[in-house]
């Protein structure tokens, strides 16, 4: 029932993978803030298809359009729609799927909720809705940027390949987006046997804010952890999430995972950066189970809508993994909010403190 | 700034942990259901501090008085406010804590959001506030049952204790509330020894809907998995969620995970019922990971607010092990999330009368 | 489908009327402000029945009870529950009317809502429901004094009788509620021959804020009129609210009611403090139009249950003008939307400015 | 802070007048519905300026162009975004109000909330932000008429000319929009005087609706008069609102205002087809008060942003009474309101499928 994402940093995402155009509509961005288009085009370009022989070979130029709220270089704290027109949309790969539930795909459960459906790629289950996130979270980086807060990521994980490193500025300088150069090139032959063999491997993703201060979030139902729970599992082919030590937390003792905080300074951060739902002022770690892209080119059963089941190998051009494209998704989603939790608390005690 | 869960089923929760009385009001329950106080009782009674050798031995009757919205035995359609008034809090067990910030805790972190903070016990932190989650889960749970919903849950894991089996009548009969016999009693022996040794240990609680028709839930920014990873995430002491396998799909193909749709039957369930954020008709299943209790009395370092750390033994009556007492909460977790997605297919959907 | 007023001082009533409570949760006050139960109690004391002989003779004590988010005097910045028992209902009065729906009542209206209806009294349509408003406006009226806002209404025209002055001390002296001490009397006469002739008069309830400074507010759907118009409309037996001139300005020229302003001060207030949906500085002016109440002595045809009409005459204490009563509800909910929006611009442009 | 009308069925707008486009996000118009953009398009030909002689000169084609959310000319269920480019923009006018703030208008108060301001127009508060919620009222119509509502509207007022009649189709042939054939021709000529006079002139604008089942809305904060409320006093250049008798009522008696229901039906209707806040099957009557615009060419004082006051006479193609433009605005938020509150209906009530 509902595309928005966040209270007072506000996120609407619309458009289908195949309908004319995929875009975002930012309500809440503070005014006289100066907001470069060049910005969020980078963002966007981060995301794009087409970027190495990793990812998929759709060629989309996803040039963002400002089309309200910005004035003169500066927000002007009304609501600010971005638009990114479709192209290169082979609407004809999809039309030998128009009768087949794509096995992991939201195809059945979408008919069930809709009763309608747009065969042509997942409509708004595709990873180009994603498209508008990225655009909503290069604003709220700037936002924050204000505030001293930063954010970065990376695949810290490739099926069995572990980063062992986090060189944020190294995970931009490979295709996979590892923060460890050396795992980086294992999990990209990794990937590549993947795609060799016409299947797809799962991975983890990273993403860390530093500079967020202690206070912001919530101690009940809106705790910060609560909130990145939901930005990050509201990502397409996300399963689980984290928050600093997460699931490893799961087999140790309470003297070995309280953090503590002296002089203002957090001396251990098992905790991820967020006590009780509310920033502490450690760097906010949160990870992302990303699972194997669904649309592989092996073949595989797949039930009909008329009932009973066939064979199908998926055709055209597909992520082996999606790790790579998730990374600047899960960064722009822990800006958004981080933003709204930094608006909040500025709701709740007026200026910052 | 929100202390509000759902959209169309709003559940939020107010009370201190050692004010006079933790509560809940819940706007959205449809009009007609027989509203059982008993079955509201039940569920408080599951979550009770007191109940076995290894949990907690704070004694609170935690009587759940209704006090609106339901005449006659019948709910009316109007915001259900249900209260429990505080009993057998020892606040003086917290004098000596006045000072200090306590490591793992949400004490510092709420300093610095509020600028004012009730020593006393976590306040709105404490897992005391879980009292109204559950009550109205009790009511989402009545809910959900008139359309064939049923939830269960139970510990599946302790530190290194895992559950091979889920029977989760099972789950009901031991402290742990494990759905595996033999694993429960492990489990209970590892949580003795935490809390021989003023320790406490992690673990990992599952709750599963059975049940669930296909089409709840949404595409987007408001995913059935990520209004569980809210949920979830939102419950005191958690620090991950998972969907499905999870985090055990990172390190799998596309042709191991993509579940197969023949004849509105799955044929698998990696996904944990949930396909694309909207619910796919098989069972939905999630899993959450349970810090260990942040409460020992182990001597830890501990800053002071004025500056310095001290040491510390954190006297009281605490749970060497949440899981048990988790398991309720997120049990009405899951239920106040369908009975949310549910009212939003109704309002998407649903027929005229 | 929601009980909710607000989006960041949020405020969400309870209670059916002849339930054991009515009472209200209140959601987004800041923390570390002094709370006075005694100035709840206060406001609470003007919406009290039984005031005077204009008003119903019934007699409820409504002791409002803190449950939560208040601490040695101190706002927490958690959600604030505050409860008043039901007393002194007498549920009898209400049995003949069981297959009957009263004239000008919600009774048809609420029946055909939910399918059920508790037939004493009006349950959630009563005017009882605005104890919590009142109880909430008392927090929101201690908020603002923290920067100078005040709150202050009266009874401006009963019938014919038009109040010339505004007095607002001069209101709280004289049982009409009315700030011109002549048109008081020939308002208390007015209404003391309705209540004679078993029947009941309607008026004009005006409440202002002054110290409002300019910029709360916004420019489209949540226009500070659009929320003063839910506002006053939200509250029982009104039926029309208009904002500075209202509807007095569609006879005028734009010449006549253009507001000018000079040095950051308003020459004029034809626009009642609000220009394009924001403050802007100059005092806040609202008037609602309450009908006659619609519990009357008199004869009146009503249709019952089964189908046809009957004569019914409605006993009970209820008052003749309701005007006195709505006074400090509508001041409560003035309150809210002005707490609401100046949170709102606190989170738009931090500390105030 | 919020540009969003709505709960289920939500609109929010987007664009400045001087920006490259104005557009709408409506989501959660429920999926399967013929979407015909020439019904779009005909709601938008109905507001657009440059009508008649009695309406601004300014040229806009307003031609919408739908960018998501319907596919083979059926609604899917998710957001549909509409987008208008603006055109025929004469920033030039705007020059020599740079540095004052025009009388009437928000430009104080928008600087004072913002801090920064694009003094183009009224950015934002423009009447053009009108096109927006013109297209969404357009699918709130279409999704309504599946279940019988239908909404009218027209100039029933323009300074002391009222009109008599209330026949829907003679207010679309005349270009007040006035119901009433003669009184439209009494009102073109006021309002030509006005012109003539560099001056405008104020009206009252009536918006019916027919069809809606009784049930409807909600007892308390929500009230159905409540979101009418909000919704008209959303529109820009109003500053009141009556449901029903409204003002009217204040010097009536019980007696005289209470409407009777037999079998189902109303036999009077004072009320507004609105009981306690919940529509009772009866017509839901709004009627709104419009300012005079505040755009005017006589000269007038006007405060400078440096301080101190000029005089000036606002040049440009405005319109000298905005009532027959306003009549398609506040039909279209009559039929949000009303499709939002069906939609909640549903989420109480409704049956599966």
Redesign the interface.
């Known amino acids: ?5 966040g ?2 940093f ?7 993978s195949h ?5 975002v ?1 930012v ?2 961005l ?3 803030l100066a907001v470069d288009p060049g910005a969020i085009q980078h963002e966007l370009d981060r995301r794009r298809p087409g970027q190495s022989a990793i990812t998929t070979q759709r060629k989309e130029a996803d040039q963002v ?5 910005v ?2 270089g ?8 971005m ?1 990114v027109r479709n192209s290169d949309m082979r609407s004809k790969d999809y039309d030998a799927l128009k009768e087949v ?1 794509r ?4 195809d ?3 008919f ?5 459906r ?1 065969h042509r790629g ?4 595709s990873g180009r ?1 994603t498209v508008g996130r990225v655009a909503a979270g290069a604003l709220a980086r700037i936002a924050l940027a204000t505030v001293g807060v930063r954010i970065a990521g990376g695949t810290v ?4 390949v572990v980063a062992a490193a986090r060189d944020w500025d190294v995970a931009e300088q490979n295709p996979v987006r590892c923060p460890d150069a050396a795992a980086a090139e294992r999990m990209a032959g990794v990937i590549a046997a ?1 795609r060799d ?1 016409k ?6 993703v990273e993403v860390v804010a530093t500079g967020v ?11 910060l ?10 990502i ?1 082919a ?10 490893a ?15 203002g300074r957090y ?1 251990t951060n098992f ?2 950066g ?8 450690a760097d906010v770690v949160v990870r992302v ?8 080119g ?1 073949p ?4 009909k809508a008329e ?3 066939t064979t199908i190998a998926i055709e055209g051009r597909h992520d082996p993994c999606i790790c790579p494209r998730v990374v600047p998704v899960a960064e722009a989603m822990l800006a958004i909010v981080l933003a709204d939790a930094w ?11």
Chains 1, 2, 3, 4 share one sequence.
């Open positions: 029932m509902s595309s928005t994402f209270r007072l506000r996120v609407t995402t619309f458009g289908e309908g004319p155009a995929v875009g509509l309500d809440g503070p005014p006289g359009e400002v089309l309200s709220g004035y003169d500066k927000s002007l704290g009304s609501p600010i729609a638009l539930f096995p992991g795909h939201a059945y459960a979408t069930a909720k809709y009763g309608v747009d997942g409509g708004r289950s809705e994980r490739v099926a069995d993947a063999a299947d797809s491997v799962g991975g983890v201060p202690a206070g912001w979030g919530d101690p009940t139902m809106h705790k952890d609560a909130q990145l729970g939901a930005a990050m599992l509201s397409p996300t399963k689980g999430v984290e928050i600093g030590d997460g699931f937390m799961v087999t140790k003792h309470g003297s070995e995972t309280n953090d503590v905080v002296v002089d001396v905790s991820g967020v006590s009780g739902g509310i920033s502490n002022g189970a990303v699972r194997p892209a669904t649309s592989i092996k595989q059963q797949a039930g009932g009973g089941s608006l909040g608390q500025r709701a709740l005690r007026g200026r910052e403190r």
